[in-house]
């Protein structure tokens, strides 16, 4: 597991699963799983993790790996990266939809903050099913209706994330721009308001 947090480590185990038979993927992922949570928020780890989330036979298992720690992945510089990756290959996976649903419920609890949970949730958004989607926006209106106006900083960041991704003339965004938030006060939330309104910007992960 150490391996996978160094920088020459990190693109051995990448070349690996490249050039390896499937059949050893596994064990060699359950020897990453033993210290899941700190690879995860290397710097060079979630490289690892990510090249682990596209491959159909591994992918479930970092998914369920996550499980537990999702929000503190989720919020993490490095880690968030990964949630994103799985939400983008494997959103109507079983294990990836259990996943989305923990990060769902985090999402919605105003007393949770961090910096970077917005990234995974663009992604969501973006790759996830219908009713994912709406769940999103379930647990995103539920905040801001607990926490009012204006919104902490996370509640924030996952508005500016949201109306970044979402096609300009889609209901979710009228709804996001009209009852939900309001143009005067998007300012407020240091949102380039035009760029928004015009389309063609887009959040990207750090």
């Given at each position: ?6 920088e ?21 992922f359950?020897?990453l ?12 780890g ?9 491959p159909f036979?591994?992918r479930?298992?970092?998914a369920?790996?996550?499980l ?6 989720a ?7 990964i949630?994103c990756r799985?939400f983008e ?19 919605a609890d105003p007393g949770?903050g ?16 219908e009713?994912q989607?709406?769940?999103?926006f379930e647990?995103?209106?539920g ?8 919104p ?5 960041s996952l ?5 970044c ?8 965004a ?6 939900g938030v ?10 380039p308001l ?9 959040g990207t992960?750090?």
């Open positions: 597991a150490s391996l996978a947090m160094t020459v480590g990190g693109r051995i185990l990448q070349q690996l699963l490249e050039v390896a038979p499937n059949t050893t993927w596994e064990p060699l359950d020897e799983r033993a210290d899941i949570w700190g690879i995860s928020r290397s710097p060079h979630d490289f690892v993790l990510q090249a682990f989330s596209v036979e591994l479930r298992e970092v369920e790996a996550l537990g720690l999702c929000w503190g992945v919020s993490n510089r490095f880690g968030c990266r949630i799985l290959h494997a959103s109507l996976e079983p294990e990836t939809e259990e996943l989305a649903s923990e990060f769902l419920l985090l999402v949770l961090g910096l970077y949970h917005q990234y995974p949730f663009g992604s969501l958004l973006e790759h996830g099913s009713p989607k709406a769940r999103a647990a995103l209106f905040r801001l209706r607990e926490e009012g106006w204006p902490q900083k996370g509640t924030a508005i500016h994330e949201a109306l991704v979402l096609p300009r003339r889609s209901p979710s009228k709804a996001l721009l009209g009852g309001g143009r005067g006060r998007l300012y407020i939330l240091g949102l035009g760029r928004v309104i015009s389309g063609g910007w887009a992960p750090p």
